[in-house]
């Protein structure tokens, strides 16, 4: 900047020079010249070193503009690297992220439990990489994934018939894929099956008493429905069989102290 001064006040020196030149070539410059026209030149050639200065303070605000843009720039990019500094190991993430969309993908065959894969999930979430590239819109895939898998939708059969050898234990298996939560469809059909042929008892008020052709209804059920039956099963038994359980407990101990023994 230094310099561009130094060659602008130098131009103006050298078109003053030149303007006084002129005159040292006549023998007498003054004769020749009118004080209106040689007051018009001067006025032109201090004219054009003021427009030369004020080029020059243009020019100067113009550079400590761009020097306070380029310093905020500056400090943007290194606090842009600062935090991406903080987000973690990409190649990691990546990694990770396309082993648990798998898992999603393929949950029957995966082998992990939905409890587990929501877990991995939710570290995911936590990480600041989701946001970058396609990961929100395969974490939100992702998401209704899980949600599938943690309720699925309710089974196509309204109604079962029951078979020679059956119990709600063996069918709860078949239709919900949890024996346990044998308890909803005692429940549901305790009071009244849909259906039974002549001479077959149209109630169920024992569970383990059911007989063929009964026809059943099959509740619908969703994750947490199969837990709460699970649960009431586990009270009914409680409630029905404590000595047999007391017994049972009662022979193991002996048998523990006869080892010791």
Do not use: H
Request: aromatic residues 8%; hydrophobic residues 35%; contains cysteine.
């Amino acid at each position: 900047m230094k310099l561009t001064k130094i060659l602008l006040v130098l131009f103006a020196f050298s078109l003053f020079l030149g303007f006084s030149t002129s005159f040292a070539q006549d023998e007498e410059p003054w004769e020749n010249i009118e004080e209106e026209e040689y007051l018009q030149m001067k006025a032109d050639k201090e004219q054009t070193i003021a427009n030369l200065q004020a080029d020059i303070n243009a020019l100067d605000e113009e550079i400590n503009n761009l020097n306070a843009t380029l310093k905020d720039k500056n400090e943007k990019v290194k606090k842009a690297e600062d935090e991406l500094a903080t987000f973690g190991d990409q190649a990691a993430y990546k990694k990770e992220f396309e082993k648990v969309e798998k898992i999603l993908n393929e949950k029957d065959k995966s082998g992990v439990k939905v409890e587990d894969a929501e877990k991995m999930l939710m570290d995911l979430e936590k990480s600041k990489l989701k946001c970058m590239g396609d990961y929100p819109a395969r974490l939100a895939k992702m998401k209704k994934e899980l949600d599938a898998w943690k309720n699925p939708p309710a089974p196509k059969t309204n109604d079962y018939t029951v078979l020679k050898g059956d119990c709600l234990w063996k069918i709860s298996g078949k239709v919900y894929n949890e024996p346990k939560a044998w308890f909803a469809i005692w429940e549901k059909n305790r009071d009244g099956v849909k259906s039974a042929p002549p001479r077959v008892p149209k109630t169920i008020k024992n569970p383990n008493l059911i007989y063929p052709d009964q026809v059943l209804v099959i509740p619908p059920l969703n994750a947490a429905d199969k837990q709460a039956a699970i649960e009431k099963m586990k009270q009914y038994k409680n409630k029905w069989y404590p000595k047999k359980r007391v017994i049972k407990k009662e022979a193991t101990e002996e048998k523990k102290e006869d080892k010791k023994n």
